[in-house]
Each structure stands twice: as structure tokens, then as C-alpha cells.
């Protein structure tokens, strides 16, 4: 299974997990691919970083939509939850260059 971490979404714990189905379909259906994040700024767009938590968010809940998302988080999580973006693909950062 992919690393993990944990995160709180409408007061409740939820376990962002990034395995390669979840990337694949994050590139398919809205395009964004993980090599372009930090280019031009695109990775700050709320709207990317919402599709980055929803392909977090499919491995618990594969019927979750982004819409549907995007009305569970309040603006005040979103720090927090950025900051396990970090901790989950630093690592495999990490791991590639071993």
C-alpha cells in the first residue's frame, strides 16, 4: 500500500494514500500530472490542490467527487492537509534517489 497520512476533513479522519491508480486517474480526468506540479505556479490553485486531495481521498471512497469534496473542507483545514502533501511525496522523493 502507498504511504499514508492522516488528515481531518469536516471533523473527521481521513487517510490521504497516493498509489499509482490514484495518480493516474488525478492525470486522466483532470490532467494534471505530478511532473508540471510547482510549474507556473499551477500547484497553489485551489482547484489543483482540491483534485490532489480528492486522488488522496478515491482509495477510501472511490465514489467521492471533487464537487462533492469541495463542500466537506473548509478553507481553514487546507494548511494542514498541504502540509501532509509534503510529507507523502517528499518521501517518495526521497526514495527515488536512493
Known amino acids: ?22 495518480l493516474i486517474k ?3 480526468q483532470y490532467g494534471i500530472k505530478m511532473a508540471d ?3 507556473d505556479g499551477n500547484s497553489e490553485s485551489l ?10 481521498l478515491i482509495h ?9 469534496l469541495g463542500f466537506m473542507i473548509d478553507i481553514t483545514e487546507l494548511p494542514e492537509i498541504a502540509a501532509k502533501f ?5 518521501s517518495m522523493t526521497k526514495n527515488s534517489q536512493k
Not at 482547484?47 to 488522496?56: F, P, S
Open 26 to 28: 488525478l492525470e486522466t
Open 1 to 22: 500500500m502507498a504511504k499514508t497520512a492522516t488528515v481531518m476533513i469536516n471533523g473527521e479522519e481521513k487517510k490521504l494514500a497516493y498509489p499509482v491508480g490514484a
Open 37 to 39: 506540479l510547482g510549474k
Open 86 to 90: 509534503g510529507d507523502i511525496f517528499g
Open 60 to 68: 477510501e471512497n472511490p465514489e467521492l467527487t471533487v464537487d462533492e
Open 47 to 56: 482547484d489543483v490542490i482540491l483534485k490532489m486531495i480528492w486522488a488522496g
